[in-house]
């Protein structure tokens, strides 16, 4: 079984604040994915990673995929009220059926 | 109309009492999945099937049954319900090598 650890659990920052989220695995992933859940929602992708030290960048969030594609971090600069919310990081397996989700990094932005 | 509809959205059950969670998606996607998701455990997989005649077993399938009664509609039975299955559940498609697509979730208690 592949496993996905994300760090830290919880995290609670003032707006304008710098964070950055873990992914991390032993296990190789041909892809990683990140979505964020708000509360009464089901997770919707922010972003999609293939390649090992690929970089995202969405407005304020940075995506980074490990160069051995067995980690990942979310780093969100400025961070506002509205990025409240879950953030989950999935490990993609080779034949595009299966997604492995993490624990989920629960993060709140006070104004 | 959402692309993945899941009824109830909540659902307060007793002890031994059957209950059905139901899925339907308009994606037109062949894989179709349950997960359970639990505070500081992320999303982890019930059941999962490829195609109308694809069933499979996830990581916790105890206690669980699944239908895949079509290509766009996917049901998990819980058949004599327990409380430590009280928990959101969540239905999603995926095409190949795609994101998944998320329903807003059944909240289930069971006392």
């Known amino acids: 079984t592949q496993l996905l650890e994300q760090s830290p659990q919880f995290l609670s920052i003032q707006e304008g604040e710098n964070l950055t989220v873990y992914c991390n695995s032993s296990?190789?992933?041909?892809?990683l994915q990140w979505y964020r859940q708000e509360p009464g929602e089901g997770p919707v992708l922010l972003v999609t990673v293939v390649t090992g030290g690929e970089v995202k960048k969405l407005k304020r969030l940075t995506f980074q995929f490990g160069d051995a594609r067995k980690d990942s971090s979310l780093h969100i600069t400025a961070a506002q009220p509205g990025d409240t919310g879950l953030y989950l990081c999935?490990?993609?397996?080779?034949?595009?059926?299966?997604?492995?989700f993490g624990g989920g990094t629960r993060l709140m932005v006070k104004p | 109309d959402a692309d993945v509809t899941q009824t109830p959205r909540n659902r307060i059950t007793k002890t031994g009492k059957r209950i059905m969670l139901e899925c339907s998606q308009t994606?037109?996607?062949?894989?179709m999945y349950w997960y359970r998701q639990d505070p500081g455990l992320g999303l982890r997989l019930i059941y999962y099937s490829f195609d109308v005649k694809d069933i499979n077993k996830g990581e916790i399938s105890d206690g669980y049954s699944v239908s895949r009664q079509a290509q766009a509609k996917f049901s998990l039975s819980l058949e004599s319900a327990i409380p430590n299955q009280t928990a959101l559940y969540f239905c999603?498609?995926?095409?190949?090598?795609?994101?998944?697509?998320f329903g807003q979730g059944t909240r289930l208690t069971v006392v």
């Open positions: 296990s190789v992933f041909s892809s």
């Open positions: 999603a498609t995926k095409g190949w090598n795609t994101e998944a697509f």
């Open positions: 994606k037109g996607h062949d894989r």
């Open positions: 999935a490990g993609g397996d080779n034949a595009g059926n299966m997604l492995t």
